[in-house]
């Protein structure tokens, strides 16, 4: 470190003699810091800021070649993705800080989606938790592991909205609702980063994609995006703005195109809603390879045009285009990109790196001994079990057919129930798949030992070999009930990955059409593991119980056996409309009610906005999920009938657990702002709140509104507007409202 601490020492000296400060750390210090570093700096060095590529171990893209090392001892490396191990980082660090001219050290980032080593329910399970405390655990937990294995930064939380269930990436969102993906985007913030990022347990977090990738075109990944500023300002920014209020120091362009202008080379969102509105003060990295891509888009003739145009757009980081790399300076010394461009790109980017202590300690994050710690801790795989039990949503429960007991033989069958491969779902990081992993058997077994597990795999997830059916009907006629665990494999979700069928693949309904007929007394329980909302339909007339536990995680095994035995009782809630068939998509709760409604009281009249062939009601609504329990919702009540624009409005509920087991439901608010001068949706979750009640208690829960939470934005502003208002606490976004009240102002 020696060289590092000389070259260190004459920035610094420089700084001190025209500060004469004292090097703490505020941000104005930082700032002059960054400033007299800066000043010793060459175009191309300011330039090297710029530049992200990638190590050779992982790739989630086309790989660009590079000769990173001699890039890197140029001094013309500022970043580096798909890189860990506190070993290899510091290796790769020791390289920047010692045999650079100016010894600046690089940032090293990475996609630690739902976890790092212990991996998590994949993001789109875990909200369905509505569990803020569990989910900023586990970002918590990842940026522990993370930042041992000398990584600096996380490309997460991902905050694209997604109403379309044939995306592929609606696996790592927090599904369809705004007011649930802030809060998510905020519990992921403080998560990660923590309350001091120069500790060297904590990591940048990047939201990601600004923005609207969620609503591409037929649900296909990287189609375009045509939306207008209603569904732009109330629908796909406000994660964003959540993040950004919550501190999230990093962002990435989208790869979609708003509205004709590709979102890497979108000014208006960068620059006039990013930078002026919202005042973000981090640096925005592209996604990979999307400053080249400009070009594919049809938005610039050359890569050379395409860096000019995402430079000027707002674009601080060039992941892997090469772009910056190749144009940039030649851009700057032609006149066609003020220097003071570039100067501001790498005055965010060494911003950041003096704010998480990298020039006080480099190698801070490169510590084997910690990393050999903290990786699997068992306190984190018990935390992961938590969550992947709680994240388990129960779709369906007849007859009470689940919980299991101990006293039963069951028959479980179907290609995922020792599958350790998938479990741990899709974009799972260094995650260990087969390895760590906990499989359902192996969950299961832990409860009913082998003699009274009857297993046999039927049938594969894709192919139509049913060679596996008699197996599985024999063992079933042996058992007392028949438990299957069945879904998509890992790689049908996430990117790259859209489906135009959202049906369960190959001939697993099959399997469980022939169990219901060859086996018709025994009850059928349906564990299902995937990374989208499903059509569900022909399984929920064949089967008695669906749990849906998307894909856990590493110890997703136990956690879903705790609450199949009732251990846990399921309290999960879905973040995401269940369609009854891929016609009715994209299908979500908050729809805009139309000029022509369908009338409750007579769902079939003719000229009204409906189907002719199916239902417009999904098969499972946004916000359901049955318990062990039941709870039932009584005395609604509200401190006023009118409120002013400095009231708050309070509203309680009393909910009894009227069952036979303890357990926790999620309650959820709802309102309806009945004339807008933007129409509003039908109905809004604007509050929620998991709470625990025993058995045959019972519990009042109170919610407070005020005017800022009826603001919307109506073409200029954010703005709340007088009128009358209808609200309700429910078990989910499947109820009428019955209670209302007037905005006075
Ligand atoms: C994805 C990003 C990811 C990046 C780096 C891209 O293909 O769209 O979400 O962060 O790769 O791995």
Redesign the pocket.
């Known amino acids: 470190m020696g060289k590092y601490i000389i070259k260190v020492a004459i920035v610094f000296s420089l700084f001190s003699c025209s500060r004469n400060n004292n090097f703490n750390n505020s941000e104005s210090d930082i700032y002059n810091k960054v400033d007299s570093l800066m000043s010793l700096m060459t175009l191309k060095e300011k330039i090297g800021q710029t530049i992200m590529y990638s190590g050779d171990w992982v790739t989630?893209?086309p790989t660009v070649s590079s000769n990173n090392i001699k890039l890197l001892k140029d001094g013309n490396l500022g970043a580096m993705?798909?890189v860990y191990s506190a070993k290899k980082t510091k290796e790769l660090q020791k390289i920047a800080v010692e045999e650079t001219r100016l010894g600046i050290p690089i940032l090293f980032g990475y996609?630690i989606i739902h976890g790092f080593k212990t991996i998590f329910p994949i993001n789109l399970g875990h909200a369905a938790s509505w569990d803020m405390k569990d989910i900023q655990k586990s970002a918590r937990i990842a940026a522990d592991e993370a930042s041992s294995a000398g990584l600096h930064w996380t490309?997460a939380p991902?905050l694209d909205i997604g109403r379309d269930p044939r995306w592929g990436r609606i696996s790592e969102g927090a599904g369809e609702d705004v007011f649930l993906t802030n809060e998510i985007a905020k519990a992921n913030v403080k998560g990660f980063q923590g309350d001091d990022l120069s500790k060297n347990n904590t990591i940048l977090a990047c939201a990601?994609?600004f923005v609207g990738y969620g609503a591409a075109q037929g649900g296909r990944d990287y189609h375009t995006v045509n939306m207008g500023q209603d569904e732009l300002r109330n629908v796909y920014l406000p994660p964003f703005k959540a993040a950004v209020d919550a501190g999230v120091q990093t962002l990435?362009t989208a790869?979609n195109e708003l509205n004709g202008v590709p979102a890497t080379g979108n000014k208006f969102i960068f620059r006039d809603i990013l930078r002026d509105e919202w005042g973000f003060k981090g640096f925005v990295v592209t996604?990979?390879t999307a400053i080249n891509e400009l070009v594919q888009h049809g938005f610039a003739e050359n890569e050379k045009r395409a860096t000019e145009i995402a430079i000027k757009a707002g674009v601080d980081m060039d992941?892997m285009s090469g772009a910056n790399r190749f144009y940039l300076e030649a851009l700057v010394n032609e006149g066609k990109v003020d220097a003071d461009l570039v100067n501001d790109s790498c005055r965010r980017i060494l911003f950041i790196k003096f704010k998480l202590g990298l020039f006080d300690d480099p190698y801070r994050y490169c510590d084997e001994n910690r990393e050999k710690e903290v990786t699997y801790k068992s306190e984190y795989l018990e935390s992961a079990r938590k969550s992947a039990a709680i994240s388990s949503v129960l779709l369906k429960n007849d007859d009470n057919s689940l919980p299991l007991t101990k006293n039963q033989t069951i028959a479980l069958i179907g290609p995922l129930v020792k599958d350790k491969e998938n479990i741990i779902g899709n974009w799972a990081a260094a995650g260990d798949r087969n390895g760590k992993a906990i499989s359902i058997y192996d969950g299961i077994k832990t409860y009913l030992g082998d003699a009274k597990i009857l297993y046999a795999k039927g049938c594969n997830i894709k192919n139509d070999d049913k060679s596996g059916f008699q197996e599985a009907i024999s063992l079933s006629r042996k058992a007392d009930k028949i438990v299957l665990v069945m879904g998509e494999d890992y790689h049908m979700s996430g990117?790259a990955a859209s489906r135009t069928n959202i049906k369960i693949p190959g001939i697993q309904t099959e399997l469980i059409k022939t169990l219901k007929e060859e086996v018709p007394d025994k009850k059928i329980i349906l564990i299902l593991m995937n990374g989208r909302p499903l059509d569900l339909s022909e399984e929920d007339s064949l089967v008695d119980s669906i749990l849906e536990i998307w894909f856990p995680g590493t110890i997703g095994g136990f956690g879903i056996a705790d609450v199949l035995f009732g251990v846990y009782n399921p309290s999960g809630k879905l973040p995401i409309t269940f369609p009854r068939n891929i016609g009715q998509v994209p299908i979500y709760y908050n729809v805009k009610n139309t000029g022509r409604p369908i009338p409750l009281e007579n769902p079939n009249e003719d000229y009204k906005s409906n189907y002719i062939d199916s239902p417009n009601t999904p098969l499972y609504p946004f916000g359901h999920g049955l318990s062990y329990t039941t709870f039932e919702y009584s005395d609604i009540s509200l401190s006023s009938n009118i409120i002013g624009e400095s009231d708050i409005l309070s509203i309680s509920v009393n909910i009894t657990n009227s069952g036979n087991y303890d357990g926790h439901e999620i309650v959820q608010l709802y309102i309806h702002d009945k004339v807008g001068s933007i129409t509003r949706p039908v109905k809004e979750l604007k509050g929620f709140s998991k709470i625990f009640i025993k058995k045959g208690e019972n519990k009042t829960v109170n919610f407070q509104l005020t005017c800022k939470d009826f603001k919307f934005f109506n073409g200029k502003d954010f703005i709340f507007e007088p009128g009358e208002f209808e609200v309700a606490i429910a078990g989910s976004s499947d109820f009428s409202f019955m209670h209302s009240f007037e905005l006075k102002l």
Do not use: A, P
């Open positions: 989630t893209g993705l798909n996609d490309f991902m990601k994609h990435m790869f996604d990979y992941m990117e």
